[in-house]
């Protein structure tokens, strides 16, 4: 008893800090998914030089996204422009592993599609997740990050 009203303690007040490596191919949508959920609005962007670092504060989670290689990263958001067929096939990092498919436009693949593209059900001994957004409006969003949020270790971030 005494162990559950502890964990329950920690679930409600304690905030947790994860590491997530936000990756992806060029124009994919990365910096506009990040902005949107760092400042809750569109951001005009241009082609990332380097890389962005941004703590965004969810729920009792706190987020530090890196648009770049990150070390010891804890999750993986990979960000995939569900309108290019051509381009989707990527290595996945040894990480649970969410997927935001990116873009509204009529053409776009479906979840179904890009989970099928990505080879995911042979991803037997990795979690994963695929949420369909869209980064201009912030649909999907943070439906994927409570997913992301659920599902990583509750180890401490060093």
């Not at 990332?48 to 969810?58: A, C, H, K, Q, S």
């Not at 996945?92 to 053409?107: E, S, T």
Request: hydrophobic residues 40%; aromatic residues 8%.
């Amino acid at each position: 008893m005494g162990v559950s009203i502890s964990r329950l303690v920690r679930t409600l007040f304690v905030k947790r800090e994860m590491r997530i490596l936000m990756v992806g191919l060029d124009a994919a949508g990365k910096t506009t998914i990040l902005y949107k959920l760092k400042l809750g609005q569109i951001v005009n962007t241009i082609p990332t030089i380097g890389f962005n670092v941004e703590t965004v504060g969810y729920k009792n989670v706190s987020f530090t996204v890196w648009i770049h290689y990150f070390q010891n990263s804890q999750g993986v958001i990979f960000v995939v422009d569900s309108n290019d067929r051509e381009r989707i096939l990527n290595e996945l990092r040894d990480a649970i592993l969410l997927v935001f498919a990116n873009k509204d436009l009529p053409n776009a693949m479906s979840v179904p599609e890009i989970t099928d593209k990505l080879g995911l059900h042979s991803l037997r001994q990795r979690c994963w997740y695929i949420q369909g957004s869209c980064a201009s409006s912030g649909q999907g969003l943070y439906e994927g990050l409570d997913w992301l949020s659920n599902n990583i270790p509750s180890k401490a971030v060093a």
